[in-house]
């Protein structure tokens, strides 16, 4: 009987579950609608739901279920096994490990960003090296850190939060709490918010045609494509984000020297534009001698498959 | 026989070596003043003559030399075994490996704070901790790192520059051609800095008296001392010298939420009151939840033998 590992990947609009296998390899997957305003109980229940869904499936298989692993958007005790905060889910102190129990079947959580991290270099974009640094631009900034080929998740798996580093001390409001964090600079959010500045500011810019005259329809591709267009204001809004991530990319470079630098989100779509971009910065700054070695930049590849894989492979590598 | 190891303290005022055994013990420790103007010929032999020095000891007291570790200031290649850059020595790309050769015994060559982190981690402070951050508050911001109890070096040993993350984007110019680093905001220098200003802008400041005067006097105890005599101008300058320390102390909890973060360099012998006031700070700026482990903070121990120890225990752990 093959053993198998289930990957859980809780988001604030979906909960995604799989079946994979050792090579990362999905073999059944299943999802749901996230339901967590009323309370965890029916959360747990709809989580249940899908994990039992792809129990059956793995009896009728030959195979069983090993481990399962969360991803998790927000904090966790990964030595408890819950979550302990986690606004988009409405959720404080609820215990995973307790609830599921009785499935008598090892349970493993961590952060979102960690177990994306985790499957990029396991199976994806990142396989080929041992210590990686992981950004999600979306919302906010989600870290993972890969050191010596192991997954980094610091004191109770509560590290990696390296979109909550202050890169303007008394700067923007950061939901954490602090003032200036790079998340509050650099995330998909931050972005919006510069084109939207910028189109105020700047009536004739090709943004608000882009838009269709309504600024509410500004998102993550409107300032990059129409700064590819040479539209002067796009490009000032490009140029003003790609200061502050970069800023925050080299950081991580005079901090880990990591052999590459992952980056996925929403703005990872924008690809080989974005990356150029960022190399170019960082090479014109590099920290203050030659020869420093350069990290590979990479876009994720995993996309929506990352979470269920890395949190699968979160489960494979805590069991053994 | 015994197998002993050689840690050599390379400073930019004198180089310290030591024969050390496998539980930190300095069994012969010799010194020289650092004479590096006249280019790495004249410092490299001064080198090999303490070197030389303590291998005629060990050979004379049934012990043999398994390995040399080299504490540099500055960045090395510990890959290949060179100074890439350490501007204090006058050095650029200076190959230890090269010019030991003939002496038979592996070399290795770490920058100095990190060297130190492990002397502490190993046999000094940090001895009961697995994830460990230091910092040395000295003319610059030294950053070591230990992860799962193992020195995390980075790339060609060229990582942990933590005192080279921006805490101020467009700030305070930095050595390393960056702006607004957390080096440029929080090191011995900066609060220097911040004493001299304050000074000129308030004669009557009690550390005036404390420097007899003379504004050439201010050394880094001049505003912790006088801070503590109630001294309003003093406290304002180590209430911002603290601040902008915290900022940085944060981030590092909040990437890798260590188990202790030590604390070392000049700036470290005001102990107990430097910590009270960093973990005053931090501890109303948690990051965003509750819950969160909080590091501990300790002060390096082995003070000037860190770096010998250090240095010594690299080449230990290297051949292991």
């Not at 229940?45 to 279920?65: G, M, P, Q």
């Not at 396991?122 to 906010?140: E, I, P, W």
């Not at 509560?158 to 600079?185: M, N, P, S, W």
């Not at 005079?254 to 960082?282: H, M, T, V």
Request: net charge neutral; hydrophobic share 40%; aromatic share 10%.
């Amino acid at each position: 009987m093959d053993q198998l590992f289930i990957g859980v990947d809780i988001g604030g609009m979906s909960i995604k579950a799989a079946l994979v296998n050792r090579q990362g390899e999905i073999k059944y997957k299943t999802h749901c609608k996230t339901d967590a305003k009323q309370g965890p109980g029916v959360f747990l229940k709809d989580v249940r739901n899908l994990i039992l869904e792809i129990i059956d499936f793995s009896k009728a298989h030959d195979s069983f279920v090993g481990g399962i692993g969360f991803g998790v958007p927000g904090v966790v005790n990964n030595i408890k096994g819950t979550i302990d905060y986690a606004p988009n889910l409405y959720m404080e102190n609820v215990s995973f490990k307790e609830y599921f129990k009785d499935l008598n079947i090892p349970i493993f959580l961590s952060n979102d960003a960690n177990v994306a991290c985790l499957a990029e270099v396991r199976f994806g974009a990142a396989k080929d090296y041992n210590n990686v640094v992981l950004l999600t631009l979306g919302t906010g900034i989600g870290g993972g850190i890969v050191i010596n080929n192991e997954l980094y998740e610091g004191n109770e798996g509560k590290g990696a939060e390296i979109g909550h580093t202050v890169l303007v001390v008394d700067g923007e409001q950061c939901g954490c709490g602090r003032k200036g964090c790079f998340e509050a600079y650099a995330s998909a959010s931050s972005l919006l918010r510069y084109t939207r500045n910028e189109m105020i500011n700047n009536p004739n810019s090709l943004m608000w045609k882009y838009c269709k005259g309504n600024i509410e329809n500004v998102d993550g591709k409107t300032s990059f494509e129409c700064a590819k267009k040479g539209d002067i204001s796009a490009n000032f809004v490009i140029d003003k984000y790609i200061k502050y991530l970069s800023e925050g990319v080299l950081n991580i470079c005079n901090i880990f020297r990591p052999e590459a630098i992952l980056i996925g989100g929403g703005l990872s779509n924008q690809g080989d534009y974005l990356l150029s971009k960022i190399i170019k910065y960082c090479s014109e700054r590099d920290y203050g001698y030659k020869n420093t070695p350069k990290p590979e930049f990479l876009i994720c590849k995993l996309k929506n498959d990352a979470g269920v894989i890395g949190a699968a492979a979160l489960a494979m590598e805590k069991m053994d």
